[in-house]
């Protein structure tokens, strides 16, 4: 495939976007952090363009300084404009740059996951003057093609002369022969008109229906809220927050929402299915709800698409009287499970309904731990209602701020370390108080978290992520059967042999809800397992999600001991303990590897291997402390680092 030339329209005042286009031009309008107008230049520089040019007129100004310092300045050339040229002006005026060679046009405001190798690959074998990429969107059909794709008029209607033609919608993504330049006169034009010319010289101007890609005009607040919520979801997130928004101690975050840098957020502040873009001041106790607030300004999205079930949908029983003809029901989180959790809102309440499989054992778990573990003093959510035949539940809602979220606001190191302290003394209340009481727990008693279960999860890594995710053969590169097989069964075993307590089994920050950062509240805990208390400490405090400072993790872990030293009234064997935590260690960043494998290559949850190098640099550092140890492990990890 021959490289082309690539340019981005990027001039137009975004009339329909005002008053957010009164401060932010629409090719800089962020999607969680990055400008549009970056994400279509990152899809153009994957087709290895020659040449980018960018035409700009509104806040131009604004435009060539992002262009000065974004990544892609060496490749950019910036056509301003003194006055509005149209869409056919502005390429005939960057014909210097567009005429020798086939050329890509992609609006600025489009984000799009169309196949742009293919788009290009199609144009350079059918000898086409133009190809345009069309989707079937009613709201925008207005380009009529025949049965073979190729265009035939424009337009909100056609003469009635015109036979077997149907309207599609052009996505603002074309492909150009240097050629169709001569179709478009000096100065202002459209190019809609230079494509009639076109045809009507006996030139073939085609289509590609790209119908079912991922396709957002943003061209009205609604529409830039879609791709807002389109960016998060793709990434697996419900919320971003930029790295420079300071927030405070308690706030409550909701739905889904975006905190732009340069916003400022006061406390007590509630944000739902909102996005809070720079320059915004929020003040103490406000509540936004389906808005884009600015500076000087709030705008309603209020209809921006997101699932609202019904009560019928998720549950089909009288269970759920009382709430189902709430006005409002959405689905929560994008983490691993596959049982699925809605919030319900009432003008009275809010609450959590559970779904579930009826023969899910984890539902057993979760309603019976639940009882056990607030008796007990471990914060978990209120169990609200339950009908155990139809696996279903309601629970006392949490919000969705969970210490994950929370960690992403730019905190001084004191709060850090606080929110943190209070976290670990939940846990060590689980490891203390509800272990001594857990025989009134049976079936949580029964569960051991031992050897079998510990050799599960290195088989798990190995299946599912050095195979699965790294493409490591290791019955080709190390003795499976052998060395790794007896490194595995040593380190299982070691493990297993320490005293046993509660166990979550998966405490880390995803699964700590921060509704009041005094006692924060733990959930996912229908895994609980007795086994050694190191390996929650490990999950907590070597968590892939949030790398905590050094000095700050050592002086946590003294914290941990010292509670249960408390509260034991005598001192644990601190170097016993210092051991397991390593293992610990070492046994939960592979189980935690093995997890993001299964869930982005068997889930399709892709999102997830954005952790893998944060989880395998804990890996690394723990296998160089014991490498005499477990050596065939440790050439394993060296594998996975070399493997790109």
């Not at 600015?294 to 709430?323: H, M, W």
């Not at 007990?376 to 919000?399: I, M, N, S, T, Y």
Request: proline share 4%.
């Amino acid at each position: 495939m021959k490289k082309c030339n690539a340019f981005v329209v990027a001039a137009g005042f975004g009339e329909r976007l005002r008053p957010i286009t009164n401060h932010i031009p629409k090719p800089l309008l962020p999607l969680a952090g990055k400008p549009v107008i970056e994400s279509v230049l990152e899809r153009l520089c994957t087709l290895e363009a020659k040449q980018i040019g960018i035409n700009m007129h509104y806040k131009w100004q604004m435009i060539s300084d992002w262009a000065s310092s974004s990544p892609f300045s060496d490749a950019i050339t910036l056509f301003r404009e003194d006055t509005l040229l149209g869409t056919g002006g502005a390429l005939r005026n960057a014909a210097s740059m567009l005429s020798d060679s086939t050329f890509i046009v992609h609006n600025a405001d489009v984000v799009s996951d169309i196949d742009l190798h293919l788009l290009l690959e199609i144009h350079e074998a059918s000898g086409n003057l133009a190809t345009l990429a069309i989707q079937d969107c009613p709201a925008f059909n207005n380009v009529w093609i025949d049965d073979a794709g190729k265009l035939r008029a424009v337009g909100r209607s056609v003469s009635a002369g015109l036979q077997n033609v149907r309207a599609v919608a052009f996505t603002g993504i074309a492909i150009y022969s240097p050629e169709f330049l001569n179709f478009l006169p000096g100065g202002e034009s459209n190019v809609v008109n230079a494509w009639i010319r076109a045809i009507t010289d006996g030139h073939s101007i085609a289509t590609v229906d790209v119908t079912g890609c991922l396709w957002t005009d943003i061209g009205s607040p609604l529409s830039y809220a879609e791709a807002v919520t389109s960016a998060l979801t793709s990434a697996g997130e419900q919320f971003y927050i930029g790295s420079s928004v300071e927030c405070p101690l308690i706030m409550q975050l909701d739905g889904w929402a975006v905190l732009e840098s340069g916003c400022s957020i006061a406390e007590q502040t509630s944000i739902k299915r909102s996005i809070i873009l720079p320059g915004t001041i929020v003040t103490a106790g406000s509540e936004l709800k389906d808005v884009i607030a600015g500076p000087d300004y709030t705008v309603s999205i209020r209809n921006v698409s997101e699932q609202q079930p019904k009560g019928a949908e998720i549950c089909n029983s009288l269970f759920l009287k009382d709430y189902s003809g709430s006005s409002e029901i959405s689905l929560i989180g994008f983490g691993g499970s596959d049982r699925a959790y809605y919030r319900i809102h009432t003008p009275e309440r809010s609450c959590v309904f559970l779904k579930s499989a009826v023969d899910d054992p984890d539902y057993t778990r979760q309603i019976i731990y639940t009882d056990f573990f607030r008796r007990h003093k471990v914060p978990v959510p209120e169990l609200l209602a339950k009908e155990v035949k139809e696996g279903v539940a309601v629970f006392e809602d949490l919000g969705d701020l969970t210490l994950y979220v929370w960690l992403k606001c730019r905190r001084d190191q004191e709060a850090i370390e606080m929110v943190y302290q209070r976290v670990l003394d939940t846990l060590i209340t689980l490891h203390t108080h509800a272990t001594e009481y857990v025989s009134e727990c049976p079936l949580l008693q029964s569960r051991l978290f031992d050897y079998e279960h510990l050799r599960w999860e290195t088989d798990y890594f190995i299946s599912r992520f050095v195979r699965g995710v790294k493409g490591i053969g290791t019955e080709e590169t190390i003795d499976i059967h052998g060395g790794l097989e007896q490194d595995f069964d040593r380190l299982a075993k070691v493990v297993d042999s320490y005293r046993k307590t509660i166990l979550h089994r998966d405490f880390q920050s995803q699964n700590i809800m921060i509704k009041d950062a005094a006692v924060p509240r733990i959930i996912d805990y229908q895994g609980a397992r007795m086994g050694p208390p190191a390996y929650d400490v490990a999950s907590i405090l070597w968590d892939p999600y949030h790398d905590l400072d050094t000095a700050m993790r050592g002086r946590l872990v003294g914290y941990y001991f010292s509670g249960v030293r408390k509260y034991q009234g005598s001192s644990p064997d601190e170097a016993e303990f210092a051991q397991s935590l390593l293992l610990c260690r070492l046994q939960r960043h592979m189980q935690t590897l093995g997890a993001y494998g299964f869930l982005s290559k068997v889930k399709g949850k892709t999102y997830f291997l954005k952790h893998v190098p944060s989880a395998l640099k804990h890996l690394t550092e723990e296998i160089e402390r014991v490498k005499t140890e477990y050596p065939f492990l440790s050439v394993l990890v060296t594998l996975l680092n070399d493997k790109k």
